[in-house]
Structures are given as structure tokens and as C-alpha cells.
Nanobody
Framework: QVQLVESGGGLVQPGGSLRLSCAAS????????MGWYRQAPGKQRELVAA???????NYANSVKGRFTISRDNAKGTVYLQMNSLKPEDTAVYYC???????????????WGQGTQVTVSS
């Protein structure tokens, strides 16, 4: 029904930058919140950043001032600009979207397949 396709992960040195992208496709009437979560080995998945359809944002304390989330509503795409990356940012990053597939319907949660971000020298 709805697919989220992520791109932009990879290996970067400490202090470097990466930009993640996530594009939604399928049966979409509208998209409410979109966001990025991450899961490091042995840890629970945690919220990194989220953005509403109106542009309001929310960040984990650990990434405030370093990461910026944005979205293009016309393209159904959300981005995560990650600067000043640290080894502790290493994780699999997952895209999330709350999608309404028909007018008057309720939002359903969808997840991307995950993209690996590794911060290491």
C-alpha cells in the first residue's frame, strides 16, 4: 500500500556530515507526521527527530543543534541533515510516516527498511 524508501546512509568520520532521504509512495491521501528513528546494537529504537505536516519539529536532546529534519510535502519526502557526527550516532536509521490513504481515514504507521550510518575513524 505505502512504501518508504530511504537513502543516504554510509560510513563517515567523526565530525563529518551525512544527509538521509526518505520518499513515500503508494496509496497516499495525505501524510501527517514524518520522522527518523535509530537503533544501535543492543539498544531500543529511539526517536531522533520528527516533523509535522505544518513544519513543527521535535528532536532528541542528543542531536539538538547537530541534526536538522525537513520535508517536502509535494514530494512526500523527509530529510535528515546530520552534522558534527559522533561515534555514538552509529545505528540503523529508520524512516517513519503516519499516512492517511483515503479522505476521512485514520493515519497508519509505516516504516522504511532502515539505512546504516556508521561514524568511525
Amino acid at each position: 500500500q505505502v512504501q518508504l524508501v530511504e537513502s543516504g546512509g554510509g560510513l563517515v568520520q567523526p565530525g563529518g556530515s551525512l544527509r538521509l532521504s526518505c520518499a513515500a509512495s503508494g496509496i497516499i491521501f495525505s501524510i501527517n507526521a514524518m520522522g527518523w528513528y535509530r537503533q544501535a546494537p543492543g539498544k531500543q529504537r529511539e526517536l531522533v527527530a520528527a516533523i509535522t505536516s505544518g513544519g513543527s519539529t521535535n528532536y532528541a536532546n542528543s542531536v539538538k543543534g547537530r541534526f536538522t529534519i525537513s520535508r517536502d510535502n509535494a514530494k512526500g519526502t523527509v530529510y535528515l541533515q546530520m552534522n558534527s557526527l559522533k561515534p555514538e550516532d552509529t545505528a540503523v536509521y529508520y524512516c517513519h510516516a503516519a499516512v492517511i490513504s483515503r479522505g476521512g481515514g485514520y493515519p497508519a504507521n509505516y516504516w522504511g527498511q532502515g539505512t546504516q550510518v556508521t561514524v568511525s575513524s
